[in-house]
C-alpha cells in the first residue's frame, strides 16, 4: 500500500472508530520546538506512530526501522488529492 492508499478519505465512519490515537506531547505547552508524537492502535495492537514537527509528518509503522516522511506541502498536496 503506498503513501496515497494510505491516506484516501475512508467511505465509513466505522473504519476509523476501531482505532485508538493518543496524543503524547513531551512538554508543557504551548508547544514550540517540541515534536508530537500520535499513537495510533488498532483493537489494543501497536499500527504505527505519527511524528508531527514544524517541518512536516511522519509515519513509523510498528516494527519498522525507518519512518515515512513528508514536508508540510507534500502533505496538503497529497491530503488534497493532488498527488
Known sequence: MDAVQLFQKSDTLSTMVDHDVALKIAHDLPVGNVDVEIVVRRGGKLLGTVTV??????????????????????????????V
Open 53 to 82: 514537527s514544524r517541518g512536516g509528518i511522519d509515519w513509523k509503522p510498528s516494527r519498522a526501522r525507518s519512518s515515512y516522511t513528508l514536508n508540510w506541502t507534500q502533505f496538503a498536496d497529497l491530503m488534497s488529492g493532488k
